[in-house]
């Protein structure tokens, strides 16, 4: 039987002055299917017992307080982390479940992730997104971008150590998904009219650095986890470091289709097949 191991509050302030909303994260463990149809053993936080690849997406509004229920069905002991404005830890057995009360009093995009073994189980799929909207009406997209080695999960699910300094992904994936089913996914694709407010948020839970470039359009950032002195500059390219999250803002100004993507060519690949990687186009309407 699940037991509550913890309940810890952060940022207490007056209730009647936020919302208050819940969620539910469940470590479950199962089988990835990358774009060429193989698949490589796998982690993540889901929001119901039936493991998805994807991580769920965390969607808030700014001052909201979130009441969060993280539950381990997995058969071994994991973390809990979340880089929200206060750092947030613990520890839970297999069964447990923790209850965590987090508030976010401005826009912004932090990671949640299993902490322990880091960065092996982090790696392995645990690792998702708590996005902050300014409202729940905006016009958003939300972006998880992961890169992976195919041969070094399989290690790691044997039990094996993995050796980082040879570290080699061959699959990169943006929601878990790769070209061209990112464009199918309605929170990863950005389509909007001349003139809209957009907001992309974006956590890269992978190893390696991802410079995503937009063509067509210059994005606003308004919020940066690691560069808070880049905040209101405009840009057309941004080099997204490991457990690093962003908030862009893009007003179109023009119709048409854009390509979006890595400006590392390699992960525009996935199973060295291009452009079967970290590629989508936004598609702006009149």
Sequence with gaps: MNRLISILTVLVIAASARAQVSDTLKINRGLFQLVDTTFMPYMAFNSTDTFQQRNH???????????LIVINNDTVQHGFALDAPVVLRDTLSPGDTGVYNVSFPSIGSFVYYDHLNFPVNQYMGLSGMVAVRRSSGSHDFFWNLKEH???MNEG???????????????????NSLSNPFINEDSTSRI????GDTVYLYISNTGRSIHSIHFHGFHELILFSSKFPNQINWFK???PVYPMETLVLRIIPDKEGEYPVHDHNLVAVTSGNIYPNGMFSTMLISP
């Design 57 to 67: 997406l965390i969607r808030v509004v700014q001052g909201d307080v979130l009441e």
């Design 149 to 151: 080695e195919k041969s």
């Design 156 to 174: 790691i699910d044997q039990g094996g150590v993995p050796n980082w300094s040879n570290y080699d992904p061959d699959y990169f994936t943006i």
């Design 191 to 194: 389509v909007g009219q001349v």
């Design 236 to 238: 057309d390219s941004f």
